[in-house]
């Protein structure tokens, strides 16, 4: 590893929005690689502003090119390329700030003078809503010890806004290669699998309280659209169940109590969302699939099944009946608007 941490950023017809985003991650200077992965675009001109930086800058930035396998396939070429101790994804529509950038980048290189360097950096991610030109930081004071190493045993409770996201993490970059990650190609919401697969490899954590990463909200195709994301259910779906069979809670809960109960805490959430947005499609086909969903659940695991249907945040979403589903997609809706999460 010749470089302290890779910034693998994804870019997709990114030419509207791109400058931006490198332009704040170059402020790392020397120490950083920038990995520009030009998935496949043909509408812009993203592939020529990916060339052009990896020439101003050749001693930070590269460009790689394929041929168009989706945001996943995107991070999977960044973890195969990287040359940083650490890794971290930036989307192309978001950007991070530049003071807090330098605070982090100073602490990771105490940590790389380490014989066994730290396997995962926590900062806090901003949401930018460009609707209403407002701000809401998620951060994670009462969960984390502050500048501070420690394991998952020091962690507290999650409130229900405060999972890990991609924007949250910063992971070592060998972990991510010996946990065997390989995002799914061609499918949204990638994103919950890259932060939640790794995360019983990890034993050394350090967080930061710091606003990092800023998360763009507000274009109208962007994935996490409630109408865009009813059409993509499917994916979201897909997503789940793959973190079902990512790992057996139970025996991790035996090992690792406080992270199986996150990690559970996690799944719960991503089921719930899933069914949600099957109800909100409302068509007998979709409202199959969530009946599926759940079975497939009970078939891998029929005790974790039952806990997270009648005894986790899933709960709303298994009321009974017509007026059982509005209820559970008003209160999504509710939850939407307190929390701003999309």
Same mark, same amino acid.
């Given at each position: 590893?010749? #470089? ?7 870019? $997709?017809? &990114? ?35 990916? *060339?052009?930086?990896?020439?101003? $800058? ?49 602490? !990771? ?17 901003? $949401? ?18 502050? *500048? ?19 924007? &949250?993490?910063? @992971? ?41 990463? +800023? ?7 962007? &994935? ?6 009813? &059409? ?16 057996? !809670?139970?025996?991790?809960?035996? +090992? ?24 909100? *499609? ?6 199959? #699939?969530?009946?599926? !969903?759940?079975? @497939? ?28 589903? +509005? ?16």
């Amino acid at each position: 590893m010749d #470089k302290l941490i890779t910034f693998a950023v994804p870019c $997709y017809n &990114s030419e509207a929005y791109m400058d931006h985003c490198v332009e704040t991650l170059l402020t790392g200077g020397e120490d950083i690689e920038i990995i520009l992965v030009d998935d496949g675009s043909a509408k812009d001109n993203t592939p020529a502003i990916c *060339d052009r930086y990896a020439e101003q $800058y050749p001693n930070i930035v590269r460009a790689i090119h394929q041929p168009n396998g989706g945001h996943g396939e995107g991070v999977n070429q960044g973890i195969r390329n990287a040359r940083g101790l650490y890794y971290k994804v930036v989307d192309s529509d978001d950007w991070l700030d530049a003071d807090a950038l330098q605070k982090v980048l100073a602490k !990771l290189r105490e940590f790389a003078q380490r014989e066994n360097p730290l396997d995962l950096m926590i900062c806090n991610y901003v $949401y930018e809503h460009v609707e209403d030109n407002t701000q809401h930081t998620v951060n994670y004071r009462n969960v984390f010890p502050v *500048d501070q190493e420690f394991t998952w045993k020091d962690t507290g409770r999650f409130r229900p806004s405060q999972y890990l996201l991609m924007h &949250s993490v910063i @992971y070592r970059t060998q972990l991510l290669r010996d946990c065997g990650i390989e995002l799914p190609k061609h499918t949204f919401y990638v994103d919950n699998i890259f932060v939640y697969q790794p995360l019983p490899y990890v034993k050394s954590i350090y967080y930061m309280d710091l606003d990092l990463y +800023r998360y763009f909200i507000g274009r109208a195709d962007q &994935s996490v659209n409630e109408k865009v994301m009813v &059409s993509r259910v499917d994916q979201q779906v897909r997503i789940t169940k793959t973190m079902i069979d990512a790992h057996d !809670l139970r025996q991790l809960m035996e +090992r690792q109590k406080k992270l199986a109960r996150y990690m559970f805490s996690y799944l719960a959430m991503m089921m719930t969302i899933s069914s949600i947005f099957l109800m909100i *499609d409302g068509s007998p086909e979709a409202l199959g #699939k969530k009946v599926e !969903l759940w079975e @497939y659940l009970r078939t891998v695991d029929p005790v974790i099944h039952h806990r997270m249907k009648y005894r986790s945040i899933s709960i709303v979403s298994n009321f009974p009946g017509y007026q059982g589903r +509005r209820l559970s997609v008003g209160l999504y809706r509710v939850a939407r608007k307190i929390y701003k999460f999309n």
